[in-house]
């Protein structure tokens, strides 16, 4: 899953990338409101993290321009342990949730879960699509209850499909999510992963739409 970070604070901004990287998110980082705003114009992001105290544009203003265009992607905001007016002020334009500094790392990995969770409909902490079952947190991949082991990326797209199965999903939307600025993609890197998930756990899992994308359908949906 693709994540915005917006925060002025080198240092923890970078812990925040590292911790986010290594918990299998793809993660651009914005230290300004105003290159913050103009990412969100252009990008996808499954989910932002935001500071409120931002240069140039405060994180307020930015979370309420993003509603204003309508879009949907949840947003976690950081703000100081004794700033209640700014959690009130950024819950009340937007916001999904908040996390206070200082925070523990894993917190953070677990209030993002939530969040994706609940904004695809699936508020279980387990994913499961027909016999496939996936745990964010774990990491792990279960097939008819048998593990399963996967790279990061070949992860990553399971868990895009699970969240979004019975919906058509193009190889650029998949790019999108799956790769931060300055990552470099090969140009087969979707089906290739894709080929190796079909063969780990069974060819029928995700469906080729010829023309328009894939799908990964879904008996319950």
């Excluded at 993290?49 to 265009?69: I, K, N, Q, T």
């Excluded at 002020?89 to 916001?95: E, N």
Aim: proline letters at 5%.
């Amino acid at each position: 899953m693709r994540v915005l970070v917006v925060e002025d604070d080198a240092l923890l901004g970078d812990a925040i990338q590292a911790g986010l990287k290594q918990a299998g998110y793809a993660v651009d980082w914005m230290k300004d409101g105003v290159s913050a705003d103009q990412a969100l114009l252009t990008e996808p992001y499954a989910i932002v993290v935001l500071d409120l105290g931002l240069p140039r544009l405060s994180g307020l203003e930015v979370l309420r321009r993003l509603r204003a265009r309508g879009l949907a992607v949840p947003v976690l905001i950081l703000t100081a342990m004794d700033a209640v007016e700014d959690r009130i002020g950024g819950l009340d334009a937007g916001a999904d949730d908040y996390l206070l500094k200082p925070f523990d790392m894993g917190e953070l990995a677990a209030r993002l879960r939530a969040l994706l969770r609940r904004a695809s409909g699936k508020p279980e902490p387990l994913l499961q699509v027909a016999e496939v079952k996936l745990d964010p947190a774990l990491h792990r991949v279960w097939y008819q209850d048998q593990p399963v082991e996967l790279s990061v990326k070949e992860f990553e797209v399971l868990q895009a499909f699970m969240l979004n199965a019975g919906k058509v999903l193009t190889r650029t939307r998949l790019e999108e999510q799956l790769y931060a600025w300055g990552e470099e993609v090969e140009s087969n890197a979707v089906e290739v992963h894709i080929h190796h998930l079909r063969r780990k756990l069974y060819p029928a899992m995700i469906e080729t739409i010829r023309g328009v994308g894939y799908l990964m359908p879904c008996p319950k949906c």
